[in-house]
C-alpha cells in the first residue's frame, strides 16, 4: 500500500474525476490536512468541493489519483468500511427511527456490543445537548435539533475524520451563527480532523483553520483565514472572499515590492505587486472596503490619494457605508466606523480618498 508523508492524515494525490470520460470536474488535485486540522473547501456551484468530499467519503470513485488516509491508500476500501463520520445538509436521520436508534445504528454496523453503545449514545447525546431526546423521533424535533442529532450520529463511534456537507445551509441565521461556533468548540476539543464544504465565505472563514478555496475544478488558493483575505493571490479569490473594491489599469513600472498602475482613466498608483509578471500587462488592482479612508484627519501621510464623487451613503449603525464613483468605477465601496468624528457625507460630493499601497494589490486581470 501506497505510505503518504509523514505528518498528512488526508492526503489528495495528482486526484482527477470525470464524470463523462472527457470534462475533468476536479482537475490534478494535491491537498494534504494534518490530525486535527479543521479544513474547509469553499467555492461557487460546480467548482469540485463536493466532488472531492464523496471522493473521500468513498460515494464517488477518482478517475485517476490517490487518496491516502493515515498514511493508507483507500481508493478501494468501500464507504462504510473507511471509519470517516458523515454529516449532510438534509440530516439523512431515519424517520422510523428513535434518536437513540440512530445514534445506536453505526455502532451496531460495527458490532459495539449492547452495554457499550448505550454509553456512547449518552455520552454523544450529552456532547451536543441533546440529552433529554432519546425517544423521539426525527418528525419530532425542530431543523436545529435534527441537525445536531445528525452531528451526535457521526461522532457517536468516535471517528478520527468528519466530514460535513453543507451541514447548516438548511437553518436559519442566527440558529445557524451558534452551530458554527458549536461545531468548531467540539471538533476542536475533541481533536478530530474535520473536512468541510459550504459555498458560504463567513461560515469558512468563521470556522476553519484553513479553507481551499475552489474554481473550475483546481483549488484557487489554500490559506489561512486571515491570509485569504488579506492577501488574496488572484482576482477569482479577491472577488470571492469578502467584499472588494477592484479598479482596471496597465502596469507601468514594475519592481519587486511595487508595481505602478495607470488606471483606464488615466490616474497612477502604486500597488503590491502579487500577480503580474510585466509592464504593460493589464491587471486589476484590488482594495478592501474598510481600507480605504475620506476623513482628511485619519488619511495617512504616505497614502495614496484619489477624487471620487458620493453616490450613496448608508447609515448602518455600527458603520457607514458608501458607494462611490472612482476611476470610472462607479461600485467602490467604503466602509467606515461610525465615530464622532465622522463626518456624513451626501449624494453628489466630491470626496478625496485615500488608501495605503500596500493595503492595494496587483493582480491577474
Known amino acids: 500500500m501506497a505510505k503518504s508523508s509523514k505528518n498528512a492524515f488526508v492526503k489528495f494525490q495528482r486526484v482527477q474525476k470525470s464524470y463523462d470520460g472527457e470534462t475533468l470536474v476536479v482537475k490534478d488535485l494535491n491537498l494534504e490536512l494534518p490530525k486535527g486540522e479543521f479544513l474547509t473547501m469553499l467555492g461557487p456551484s460546480g467548482s469540485g468541493k463536493t466532488t472531492c468530499l464523496m471522493m473521500l467519503a468513498g460515494f464517488e470513485t477518482a478517475t485517476h489519483g490517490d487518496i491516502l488516509l493515515d498514511g493508507v491508500s483507500i481508493n478501494n476500501i468501500p464507504p462504510h468500511q473507511r471509519g470517516i463520520g458523515m454529516v449532510f445538509q438534509n440530516y439523512a436521520l431515519f424517520p422510523h427511527m428513535t434518536v437513540a436508534e440512530n445514534l445506536a445504528f453505526p455502532l451496531e454496523v460495527r458490532k459495539i456490543a449492547k452495554a457499550e453503545r448505550e454509553t456512547k449514545i449518552i ?56 452551530m458554527q461556533f458549536e461545531i468548531t468548540n467540539l471538533a476542536h476539543a475533541l481533536g478530530i480532523t474535520v473536512v468541510y464544504v459550504t459555498h458560504d465565505q463567513t461560515e469558512a472563514l468563521t470556522m476553519s ?59 497612477l498608483i502604486d500597488c503590491k505587486p502579487v500577480n503580474v509578471k510585466k509592464v504593460g500587462e493589464r491587471t486589476r488592482v484590488s482594495i478592501r472596503p474598510e481600507r480605504v479612508e475620506y476623513n ?65 494589490r496587483a493582480l491577474d486581470a
Request: with cysteine; charged share 30%.
Open 123 to 178: 455520552r454523544a447525546l450529552e456532547m451536543v445537548e441533546m440529552g433529554s431526546f432519546a425517544g423521539r423521533r426525527p418528525s419530532q424535533l425542530s431543523g436545529g435539533q435534527q441537525q445536531r442529532i445528525a452531528l451526535a450520529r457521526a461522532l457517536v463511534f468516535e471517528p478520527e475524520l468528519v466530514l460535513m456537507d453543507e451541514p447548516l445551509g438548511a437553518l436559519d441565521k442566527q440558529l445557524r451563527e451558534k
Open 209 to 267: 483553520d484553513r479553507v481551499a478555496v475552489f474554481n473550475d475544478g483546481r483549488i484557487q488558493q489554500l490559506a489561512s483565514p486571515d491570509s485569504l483575505y488579506e492577501e488574496p493571490e488572484n482576482s477569482f479569490v479577491a472577488q470571492f472572499i469578502g467584499e472588494n473594491n477592484t479598479l482596471d489599469g496597465e502596469v507601468k513600472n514594475l519592481s519587486k515590492n511595487m508595481a505602478v498602475v495607470q488606471l483606464d482613466d488615466g490616474s
Open 296 to 360: 482628511k484627519k485619519r488619511i495617512n501621510k504616505q497614502a495614496h490619494t484619489l477624487t471620487a464623487e458620493v453616490l450613496e451613503f448608508i447609515y448602518m449603525g455600527d458603520i457607514f457605508r458608501t458607494r462611490l464613483r472612482v476611476a470610472g468605477n462607479d461600485d467602490f465601496i467604503i466602509k467606515t466606523r461610525n465615530a464622532p468624528d465622522q463626518q456624513r457625507l451626501t449624494a453628489g460630493q466630491q470626496i478625496e480618498i485615500g488608501w495605503l499601497p500596500k493595503d492595494c
